[in-house]
């Protein structure tokens, strides 16, 4: 397998995560507000595909090439990571509406904390495809793509989505242009290309730490899970009946049915 068509294979999938945020800004092309249950259901949709894919997915890929321990410290590390990235969030917090806004000096801010914040995500589409070019792949644009690299890519997909929206609402009701939210949400995800392509090469070239590395994603991933995406969900649902609980499990229980053949791959 040619390394430099590798490199690009991945950093296109890395794109199309990308490029999935700005999906989150097409509901304003036809409506002027979103139904909060429809954002609390995305983000449990979200929810429920993260964690299957890293328990289903990366986790149990670590421990077919390492044993829990090496799993587990890559997960520690993971963690580690987002909650470093979270203390630099919280040091330089900054509205959506910002973005659009920025100086030169403001942007190159924002950037640094988009990349802090999306390059996790990055990570999991990046390591997901360490095995490619082996047998037992789908063939997809003359690559032997791993089926996990298949999901994890449908799923960070997925996840952004709701990430979009939430970018796109403060930004719609500031009176900005329908394409001009889709050109905010999709910036807030670009690291995540630049991430996947990076760890790619790293697992490559040092496949002694592959167990590690699987584990640190599905660490950073269940971590984001837990600390951001479920408290956005009952943050917007406080306002739904039964604090919309129910519109979270739904999404939550779907999200895990959609990643099951991962059971199976």
Known sequence: ME???????????????DLATGLGALPFFFVDDVDDRWRVGLWGLASGIMLSASGFGL??????????LDV??????????????????????????EIAQADFEKLVLVAGV?????????VAVGVSFADMGMEGGYPILGFSVPLLAVFM?????????????????PLHEHGARRWKLVGVAVFTSVPQPIGAVLAFAFVQFARTLLPAGYGFAGGAMV?????????????????????????????????VLGMVPLLFA
């Open 3 to 17: 390394l430099t068509g590798a490199l690009a294979f991945v950093f296109f999938a890395g794109l199309l995560t």
């Open 223 to 255: 971590y984001l899970v837990l600390t951001e995406f479920i408290p956005e969900a009952r943050a917007v649902g406080r306002r739904l009946p039964n604090g919309g609980h129910r519109e979270l499990l739904a999404g939550l229980v779907v999200g």
């Open 114 to 122: 988009l990349t802090v914040h999306s390059f996790p995500e990055g």
């Open 59 to 68: 986790f149990r890929e670590g421990l077919n090439y390492g044993t829990p």
């Open 153 to 169: 890519t449908i799923a960070i997909s997925i996840h952004n989505i709701p990430e979009g929206l939430a970018v796109s609402i």
């Open 72 to 97: 587990g410290a890559g997960a520690l590390v993971g963690v580690a990571l987002v909650v470093a990235a979270r203390r630099v969030i919280d040091d330089h917090e900054f509205e959506p509406r």
